[in-house]
């Protein structure tokens, strides 16, 4: 929704947003000492009701996803924003959250886990996917396993490029959605910014050198083959979604070998 030069984004929920989610978006809200972490804006959505979020204006309709997947590099200086993200991302990760009053759950279900119907839809989606195709893409996901405990800590949950508001050549950045925040482990976050890269990458919309640049800014100090696995996870979900929205299926072969392709030779990169 566009306001004058402002945009404000608006999300509905099929799954109706709980009084105890409230509680713990309003715990969010306070848990925040400062509106602003690592030059990075905080909009927290306003639950209108059991349906409906909005965020507050942002001055524009640029996300950082339409700046990574444009086919033009030199838009805006993509490894100081990363690099924002990742101070952002570890500030987030560092709050205090055990003396809330409220406890902050662990991660709300993703909206596509909605009910039984839409779930056989999705899995008959994914079995359209050409996955034979990604022996190695099919492995790593698989062995994606994110262990819980104590290292647990608040994190975004959907930490994506499509929930980053990105103004001025990424000068003004805010993070966005908040929907799927809770307890668990950073890597989750991290893991969707990494797959976004290798995304670009199979998508022909960067190159190799420079992806390869982003993701050492992701994963300069995290374990390399967990955010490897768990971005290979998000890939396929990813794609999976694509596949249950288009009816498309043995299509996306071609660009799923391309992203296995990309996160092997990244992961090359990095270990060189």
């Not at 990760?93 to 779930?119: C, F, G, K, M, Y």
């Not at 062995?143 to 103004?167: F, M, P, Y």
Request: hydrophobic share 45%; with cysteine; charged share 20%.
């Amino acid at each position: 929704m566009l306001q004058g030069r402002q945009t404000i984004w608006c999300f509905q929920s099929h799954t109706p947003f709980t009084t105890s989610f409230s509680e713990q978006l309003g715990q969010l809200r306070r848990l925040f000492t400062s509106q602003t972490y690592a030059n990075i804006s905080i909009n927290l959505p306003h639950l209108v009701d059991a349906h409906t979020a909005i965020y507050e204006p942002v001055n524009g309709p640029g996300l950082l996803c339409d700046a990574l997947f444009s086919n033009d590099p030199r838009i805006l200086d993509f490894e100081a924003v990363f690099s924002r993200l990742c101070d952002f991302l570890g500030h987030l990760h560092a709050l205090q959250i055990e003396d809330l009053p409220v406890a902050i759950a662990e991660l709300r279900p993703p909206w596509t886990s909605v009910n039984a119907a839409q779930l056989a839809s999705l899995a008959e989606a994914r079995h359209r996917l050409p996955l034979a195709a990604t022996p190695k893409l099919v492995s790593w996901a698989a062995d994606a396993k994110v262990v819980c405990g104590e290292n647990d800590r608040l994190i975004h949950g959907h930490a994506s490029t499509a929930a980053v508001s990105c103004l001025a050549r990424g000068e003004t950045l805010a993070m966005l959605d908040w929907l799927e925040f809770g307890v668990g482990n950073p890597l989750v976050d991290f893991s969707h910014l990494l797959s976004e890269v290798v995304e670009a990458v199979a998508g022909n919309f960067v190159k190799l050198d420079f992806a390869t640049r982003l993701a050492k800014v992701l994963i300069s100090t995290e374990p390399v083959d967990q955010l490897r696995n768990l971005a290979a996870r998000a890939i396929i979900n990813h794609q999976n979604l694509r596949a249950w929205m288009t009816g498309e299926g043995a299509e996306l072969g071609p660009y799923l070998v391309a992203a296995e392709s990309a996160l092997a030779d990244l992961m090359e990169e990095i270990a060189a």
